[in-house]
Every structure is written in C-alpha cells, then in structure tokens.
C-alpha cells in the first residue's frame, strides 16, 4: 500500500462519508477499485465532475451503471452554483440516518466529510464551491495524522486532499484516458506518444469531433497522415517545413483537456 493509501485509511476512521470526486469524461478510470475496500464501510458519494466537458448522454448512462452497481452517483460542473447546492443538499441526504441519531441523541455536530480522488478531478475546486470561497482552514483535528487541513463550513468540515489517491494502471486504455485527462504526472508523459494514440482512438471513435476541430475530412487515412495534416492546418512546422510534432501533440492534449475537442465519454 502507499504512503497516501494509507493516509487515506487513517483519515477514513474519522470521517462521516466520502465524496469521491471522478472526471465524468473518463468515469471507469479515475475510478481506483482497490481503494473501493477502503471505503466499503463508509457513505459514499460518487461525483461525475467537469459534465459540462463530457457528453450527456454518456454521463447519463454512466449515473445509471454506477446505480446499478448500488453507488449513489451525481454529475455537476464545479463551476455551475446550482449544481454545488445540490451537492450539499445531497451530502446531509447522505447522512440522514447518522444526523437523525445524532438529533435524538441531542448531539448537534458539523458532518466530517472525506473529499478523495485523483489528480486533477476537480477536488480543490469542488471544495472551494462548496466553501463558497470564504473556506476557512480549521488545522489539525484529533485523532488524525498531522499535516491534513479541513476546511470549516457552517454545518460541514470537509478534509481536503488528505494525500493524493493515486491513479490505479487497471489496463493499458484507462492509463492512457488518464494521461489525456491530466490525471497522470505529465513529466513522465511522451507527448508526441499519447497525440498519436489520441488520434488514432478518436478517428474510429469520434471521427466527426476530429473532423470538425480540426478540419479533416478523410478519417480513413493512416494517424500519422492525419497528425501530419494537423501540423499544416494548425501551422505546427519547423523552418524547412518539417513538422512540429512536439508543439502540435501539446496543443492536441491541450485542446482536449479544455473541452475545445467537444464533449465525450471515453469509457
Ligand atoms: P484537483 O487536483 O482534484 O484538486 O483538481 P483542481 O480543483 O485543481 O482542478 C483541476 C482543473 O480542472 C483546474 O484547471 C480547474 O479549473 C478545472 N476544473 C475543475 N472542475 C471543473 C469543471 O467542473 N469543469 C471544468 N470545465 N473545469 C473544471
């Protein structure tokens, strides 16, 4: 187990619930399932953030899988307030069993909530929406390992980031979903790799996003011709024309990552 797995687990004991924040464009593989024992005895929230990024129809589907499998799942944009009250709302709905028994017991306490994902999911951002921006950081509480910072609401203490869950390498595809997602270290990334695996998924995939970002019509040719077609469109050459793969592979990841590609589910 590593460092921040076991972090995690000693951060768990004193929490009410979890939400645990996934990229709703790659929802199977930011999910890490050896940490699904971790959490098997705690309230759980399953949040499919950045929706505005992926397509609808998928997150539904998704919601309805991940119900099936008896996890409670909501989808939102961190930045859509709305959906950020609904988030809270659903949070004590979560825990209404804990807080009627705390009630009859007269015991009136903030709920402690546990926000966990990997990298780059939206954690911080989620929290700071939650906080509305006015997030007061309340330090070290007993019985945890020093070191994690909650964040103070009115009625709520979320525990922000206790150590970064890892990205699990369930198959060689969620990896790669991952790395377009940001959710792996870039600096172990090979850029010009990944765009070329990037292309070549989504011109059998979604052939008409790469049609229309970046005005290919002939989806039938090799990857490579249709990377080196993105070089010339985008204006990705170097003096004597040659192409600029490495310029041109960042703005293709970059273009994704911003949801300037369109909107997906990838798994
Ligand atoms: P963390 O590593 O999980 O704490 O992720 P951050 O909160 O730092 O967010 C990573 C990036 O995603 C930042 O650039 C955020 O602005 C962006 N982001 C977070 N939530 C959303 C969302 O719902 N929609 C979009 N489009 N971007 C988001």
């Not at 959906?83 to 009627?100: G, P, Q, S, T, W």
């Not at 005005?215 to 011709?225: C, K, M």
């Amino acid at each position: 187990m590593t460092a921040a797995v076991r972090m995690m687990e000693d951060s768990l004991k004193c929490v009410d619930g979890v939400l645990l924040i996934l990229d709703a464009r790659a929802p199977r593989a930011s999910l890490n399932p050896k940490l699904g024992k971790l959490f098997e005895n705690k309230k759980i929230l399953y949040v499919l953030n950045k929706s505005d990024l992926a397509d609808e129809e998928g997150v539904k589907r998704t919601i309805s899988e991940f119900r099936k499998e008896g996890k409670e799942t909501v989808s939102l944009s961190a930045t859509n307030k709305s959906a950020i009250d609904n988030l809270y709302n659903k949070i004590f709905v979560m825990l209404k069993e804990k807080l009627d028994r705390n009630k009859e017991k007269g015991v009136f306490k903030p709920v402690r909530i546990m926000v966990a994902g990997i990298p780059n999911t939206g954690k911080s951002t989620i929290i700071n929406a939650l906080s509305g921006g006015k997030k007061t950081v309340t330090g070290d509480k007993a019985g945890v390992t020093k070191g994690k910072q909650w964040v103070r609401l009115k009625d709520m203490d979320l525990l922000d980031t206790p150590g970064t869950m890892p990205p699990a390498f369930q198959n060689q595809t969620y990896a790669v979903h991952l790395a377009y997602l940001g959710s792996m270290n870039d600096a172990n990334i090979d850029f010009e790799d990944l765009a070329f695996e990037f292309i070549s998924e989504f011109k059998v995939r979604f052939p008409e996003l790469i049609k229309n970002k970046y005005g290919i019509e002939n989806l039938d040719a090799e990857p490579i011709d249709i990377f080196n077609e993105i070089c010339v469109k985008r204006g990705f050459l170097m003096k004597g024309g040659e192409y600029d793969y490495a310029r041109c592979s960042k703005a293709i990841i970059d273009d994704f990552r911003k949801g300037r590609t369109g909107k997906v589910v990838l798994d």
